[in-house]
């Protein structure tokens, strides 16, 4: 175990991982910290239900491929908690995360706090100790108080697509949920809106005529679609034609638009716009995976990676696994048992020869396999429970040795097969 583990663990034992949506704590710490947040290179804060990573990776590979150094924040973690946190490039070193986890645990002392506040500090003070060109943020949860809305004047301000998501702290409809999201836009900061629907839009519109944000909106300032197997994107500065992005899916189209449309805005090339497209990685997102021991356990099977885990989330994969060559295609699915996994599993049942349910290992909040079982059979979905990744594919492998193989569900269950697949 590393030291920034031993930091983490106590951490959680004196603020354990719980949500509760308000920034009192965050200012508190941060201004014992000497306020980073006023002290960071240009930020671009991503909020959203999904694509808000994606879109960070397009855009932070576009800035790089400019010779721009960028800092990155994302949540949650997948295989390791330093992958939060990118350092003008690099990962986060285990000596600074040590360091600065303790450093915040010490200033902050007795008081409350929560995990992912006290977490989201420490990378705020990592960032403005660190030169670079641009910070990515990417948003927890929410938008209006989360943790990262502490900076007052960014560069820029995105919103990727709204959907039915945490509706127990954000809100029962999309409108209520958008107006948590827009709670990221600043007084006369331009905001990049992607595709939305009526009701969300409604609300992320009235929110920026408050505070005088200009909107580029998806449908109305810019625009992009495929056609002829190119990315066509255009907006007032003209149309770019470009290659489909290398993160598989229709979804990513969209994805790559609003990357775009904020690459333009900050007065990018159009070769960094293509290198936001092309050079893009973003693990965990319909990602394949072609070495390690689960792939070596499975040699003739085409294993695949997502995390998604709402109603949106399984529409974008379903949607990514028709435009695939057909295959018999087996599910490995453990989700949380606070997402809608019906929701979720319905627009796969049209995609799935067989799914098997099992428990995220090490998280308390995971589903029962046998429940997720059950959903998937409600879903339409062919079903059995399976008592581990590994033993849901070795059982793949004996009935259907050349199947398309999807670990799916969770981002908490993607960080788990990443571990153990090294």
């Given at each position: 175990?590393?030291?920034?583990?031993v930091?983490?663990?106590?951490?959680?034992?004196?603020?354990?991982?719980?949500i509760?949506?308000?920034l009192d704590?965050?200012?508190?710490?941060?201004?014992?910290?000497?306020n980073?947040?006023?002290?960071?290179?240009?930020?671009?804060?991503?909020?959203?239900?999904?694509?808000?990573?994606?879109?960070?990776?397009?855009?932070?590979?576009?800035?790089?491929?400019?010779?721009?150094?960028?800092?990155?924040?994302?949540?949650?973690h997948?295989?390791?908690f330093?992958?939060?946190?990118?350092?003008?490039g690099?990962?986060?070193?285990?000596?600074?995360?040590t360091?600065?986890l303790?450093?915040?645990?010490r200033?902050?002392g007795?008081?409350?706090?929560?995990?992912?506040?006290?977490?989201?500090?420490?990378?705020?003070?990592?960032?403005?100790?660190t030169?670079a060109?641009y910070?990515?943020?990417?948003v927890g949860?929410?938008?209006r108080l989360d943790?990262?809305?502490?900076?007052?004047?960014?560069?820029?301000?995105i919103?990727?697509?709204?959907s039915?998501?945490?509706?127990?702290?954000?809100?029962?409809?999309?409108?209520?949920i958008?107006?948590e999201?827009?709670?990221?836009?600043?007084?006369?900061?331009?905001?990049?809106?992607?595709?939305q629907e009526?009701?969300g839009?409604?609300?992320?519109?009235?929110?920026?005529?408050?505070v005088?944000?200009?909107?580029?909106?998806?449908?109305?300032h810019?625009?992009?679609?495929?056609e002829?197997?190119?990315?066509?994107?255009?907006?007032?500065?003209?149309?770019?034609?470009?290659?489909?992005?290398?993160?598989?899916?229709?979804?990513?189209?969209?994805?790559?638009?609003?990357?775009?449309a904020?690459?333009?805005?900050?007065g990018?090339?159009?070769?960094?716009c293509?290198?936001?497209?092309?050079e893009?990685?973003?693990?965990?997102?319909?990602?394949?995976?072609?070495?390690?021991p689960?792939?070596v356990?499975?040699?003739g099977?085409?294993?695949?990676?997502?995390?998604?885990?709402n109603?949106?989330?399984?529409?974008?994969?379903?949607?990514?696994?028709?435009?695939m060559?057909?295959?018999?295609?087996?599910?490995i699915?453990g989700?949380?048992?606070?997402?809608?996994v019906?929701?979720?599993?319905l627009?796969?049942?049209?995609?799935?020869?067989?799914?098997?349910?099992?428990?995220?290992?090490?998280?308390?909040?995971?589903?029962?396999?046998?429940v997720?079982?059950?959903a998937?059979?409600?879903a339409?979905?062919?079903?059995?429970?399976?008592?581990s990744?590994?033993g849901?594919?070795a059982?793949?492998?004996?009935?259907?040795?050349?199947?398309?193989?999807?670990i799916?569900?969770?981002?908490?269950?993607?960080?788990?097969?990443?571990?153990?697949?090294g």
């Amino acid at each position: 175990m590393t030291t920034s583990d031993v930091i983490l663990q106590r951490m959680m034992a004196l603020h354990p991982k719980v949500i509760d949506l308000t920034l009192d704590r965050v200012h508190r710490l941060l201004a014992a910290l000497g306020n980073p947040e006023r002290q960071l290179p240009p930020v671009i804060h991503i909020a959203g239900t999904n694509g808000k990573g994606s879109t960070q990776a397009m855009i932070r590979a576009g800035l790089e491929a400019g010779g721009h150094k960028v800092h990155a924040y994302t949540s949650p973690h997948l295989a390791y908690f330093h992958g939060r946190s990118s350092l003008a490039g690099e990962l986060i070193s285990e000596a600074a995360l040590t360091e600065l986890l303790d450093e915040c645990v010490r200033l902050n002392g007795a008081d409350e706090i929560t995990f992912f506040e006290i977490t989201t500090c420490a990378a705020f003070a990592a960032f403005a100790r660190t030169p670079a060109d641009y910070t990515l943020l990417e948003v927890g949860l929410g938008g209006r108080l989360d943790a990262t809305n502490v900076v007052e004047h960014p560069a820029l301000t995105i919103i990727t697509p709204v959907s039915l998501d945490h509706q127990q702290y954000l809100g029962e409809t999309v409108g209520e949920i958008a107006f948590e999201k827009a709670g990221i836009i600043k007084r006369g900061v331009p905001v990049i809106v992607g595709p939305q629907e009526d009701a969300g839009m409604a609300v992320i519109e009235a929110r920026a005529a408050r505070v005088g944000a200009p909107v580029l909106a998806f449908g109305q300032h810019w625009h992009v679609h495929e056609e002829h197997g190119r990315l066509v994107f255009q907006d007032e500065r003209g149309l770019l034609d470009l290659p489909l992005p290398n993160l598989p899916g229709p979804h990513q189209i969209y994805n790559a638009g609003a990357a775009l449309a904020a690459l333009r805005q900050l007065g990018r090339s159009n070769a960094e716009c293509e290198a936001a497209v092309t050079e893009a990685y973003w693990p965990a997102r319909m990602q394949r995976l072609r070495k390690g021991p689960l792939v070596v356990m499975a040699p003739g099977v085409e294993l695949w990676l997502d995390g998604g885990h709402n109603p949106a989330g399984g529409q974008a994969v379903a949607a990514t696994l028709a435009r695939m060559p057909t295959r018999e295609t087996h599910l490995i699915c453990g989700m949380l048992n606070t997402k809608d996994v019906k929701g979720y599993m319905l627009p796969l049942a049209s995609q799935a020869t067989r799914l098997h349910a099992v428990a995220i290992p090490g998280e308390k909040n995971t589903l029962p396999a046998e429940v997720t079982r059950d959903a998937a059979l409600a879903a339409g979905i062919a079903a059995e429970v399976a008592p581990s990744v590994a033993g849901a594919l070795a059982q793949i492998v004996a009935e259907a040795p050349a199947a398309r193989v999807l670990i799916c569900g969770s981002l908490y269950l993607a960080g788990a097969v990443l571990r153990e697949n090294g």
